[in-house]
T-cell receptor, first 117, second 112 residues
Framework: GAVVSQHPSRVICKSGTSVKIECRSL??????MFWYRQFPKQSLMLMAT?????????EQGVEKDKFLINHASLTLSTLTVTSAHPEDSSFYIC?????????????FGEGSRLTVL | AQSVTQPDIHITVSEGASLELRCNYS??????LFWYVQSPGQGLQLLLK??????LVQGIKGFEAEFKRSQSSFNLRKPSVHWSDAAEYFC??????????FGQGTILTVHP
C-alpha cells in the first residue's frame, strides 16, 4: 500500500530556533498534502492544505509566517516551524492525497513529535 | 461549517465483548465519513470510509460502521473486541478532496 513518511519522528529544539518537518509520499504522487497538529489528549486540527507548486492554504487562526509550508514536488511537502516556542510543542501529522486516486484516498504519515524547550 | 462529535471520551470493554463507538456529524452536503485508529505516538490508520451506496460499511480488523442520515450518525461497531484493539479512535467528516474535520476521539481500553 501507499506509504507516507515523516521525518524526523521526534525533534527537540530550543526556543527561538526553527524546525523543519518533511512529509514524503514514498511510492505515489501526491498533488495535495494536508498538515495537522494534535495537542496531547486532543484531536487533530487541520493547519493547512499544501498543493504542489502553489502557496499553501491556511486554516483560520494558523499563522502562515510561523508555519511555513512548501510543496516543491509531487512527493515532498515540508513544514517549518519558525522561531519555535514551547506552546508550539505538539504532534504534527501530514496526510497525502493520491493524485488521480479515488475520492478521499488519503494516507497519513506516522507523525512528528516536536518538543520546544 | 462541518463538525464531528464523539460523545464518549473513554470506553472500557472486556475482551470478547461487542463494541460500539458513537459519532455524530454536521455537514451541509453529502458527507464523506471516515473512522481512523491511532495507537499511542503513532499516525492514523484508516479503518473504513463511507462515500455513498450501502449504508453499512465493512472495514479492516473486523470493524463496520453504519451511516444513518436521519440521525446524522456514523457509529463504529465490532462484534468481538480483541486486546489489540485498544487505541484511540477518531471519526472524521470531510470532502472528497481530502480536507477532514476530526472528532475529539474515543479512547478504547480493553480488559482481559
Amino acid at each position: 500500500g501507499a506509504v507516507v513518511s515523516q521525518h524526523p519522528s521526534r525533534v527537540i529544539c530550543k526556543s527561538g530556533t526553527s524546525v523543519k518537518i518533511e512529509c514524503r509520499s514514498l511510492d505515489f504522487q501526491a498533488t495535495t498534502m494536508f498538515w495537522y497538529r494534535q495537542f496531547p489528549k486532543q484531536s487533530l486540527m487541520l493547519m493547512a492544505t499544501s498543493n504542489e507548486g502553489s502557496k499553501a492554504t491556511y486554516e483560520q487562526g494558523v499563522e502562515k509566517d510561523k508555519f511555513l509550508i512548501n510543496h516543491a514536488s509531487l512527493t515532498l511537502s515540508t513544514l517549518t516551524v519558525t522561531s519555535a516556542h514551547p506552546e508550539d510543542s505538539s504532534f504534527y501529522i501530514c496526510s497525502a492525497r493520491l493524485a488521480g486516486g479515488p475520492d478521499g484516498e488519503l494516507f497519513f504519515g506516522e507523525g512528528s513529535r516536536l518538543t520546544v524547550l | 461549517a462541518q463538525s464531528v462529535t464523539q460523545p464518549d471520551i473513554h470506553i472500557t470493554v472486556s475482551e470478547g465483548a461487542s463494541l460500539e463507538l458513537r459519532c455524530n456529524y454536521s455537514y451541509g452536503a453529502t458527507p464523506y465519513l471516515f473512522w481512523y485508529v491511532q495507537s499511542p505516538g503513532q499516525g492514523l490508520q484508516l479503518l473504513l470510509k463511507y462515500f455513498s451506496g450501502d449504508t453499512l460499511v465493512q472495514g479492516i480488523k473486523g470493524f463496520e460502521a453504519e451511516f444513518k442520515r436521519s440521525q446524522s450518525s456514523f457509529n463504529l461497531r465490532k462484534p468481538s473486541v480483541h486486546w489489540s484493539d485498544a487505541a484511540e479512535y477518531f471519526c472524521a467528516v470531510g470532502t472528497s478532496y481530502g480536507k477532514l474535520t476530526f472528532g475529539q476521539g474515543t479512547i478504547l481500553t480493553v480488559h482481559p
